[in-house]
């Protein structure tokens, strides 16, 4: 049986794969700690990509490498045991799960300066964080044909969908997930960090 991997996989698809099933993941109210590998994983991909196909729109280009090591240190302490193997990692599922959200908004934000189209994973988990983290992500400024009458239902949609439970919230992610697998030409909800965006709780 021939399958879509006999070709090879590429960079770019390997950090898709990683991204978007991440992202299946968190919809389905899964384990921090693979969310939390696999997400990294990919924004690790996409970063090194970006640097070698597009430097000028790397906005990483001058992060010290002190940092890069510091933001890696949990997921590499999570899926490696060669230098320290009797090591416990001390964070809270909750303080993982915002960690891993904040790897595939970034992700997301790296395929689109590679001039990438997301996935429809990507796409929903930026709906994602404006129901799930509203504290630390907020909407654009957008132009939406039809008026401000579409615009003032969205928002609407938005803060009525952030009152809701976790498990409802999930919901709510899968069936953002099944409408952009549908029409893969739904555009993406752009986000901005909100201006007192707050460290995730340890």
């Known amino acids: 049986m021939t399958t879509e991997n006999d070709a090879g996989i590429t960079k770019l698809m390997a950090a898709y794969k990683h991204v978007s099933c991440a992202i299946r993941l968190t919809f389905d109210g899964e384990d921090a700690v693979p969310i ?31 940092v890069w090591d510091a933001l890696g240190e ?50 929903a988990h930026q709906y994602w964080l404006l129901i799930a983290r509203p504290a630390e992500y907020m909407l654009a400024p957008v132009s939406a044909e039809g008026g401000d009458a579409v615009l003032d239902t969205f928002h609407a949609n938005i803060r009525s969908h952030q009152l809701k439970s976790w498990e409802e919230k999930r919901d709510i992610a899968r069936y953002v997930l099944g409408r952009y697998r549908d029409d893969p030409q739904m555009v993406a909800v752009p986000l901005l960090p909100a201006p007192d965006r707050q460290a995730p709780p340890r």
């Open 36 to 66: 939390y590998t696999l997400a990294h994983a990919g924004f690790t991909v996409l970063k090194d990509l970006l640097k070698h196909r597009a430097p000028a729109r790397n906005p990483f280009a001058k992060v010290p490498k002190a």
């Open 74 to 123: 949990i997921p590499n302490a999570l899926k490696h045991a060669d230098r320290d193997p009797d090591a416990i990692v001390k964070y809270s599922s909750e303080y993982l799960s915002a960690c891993a959200d904040l790897s595939i908004n970034s992700c997301n934000n790296l395929a689109t300066r590679l001039g990438q189209e997301l996935t429809p994973e990507m796409k």
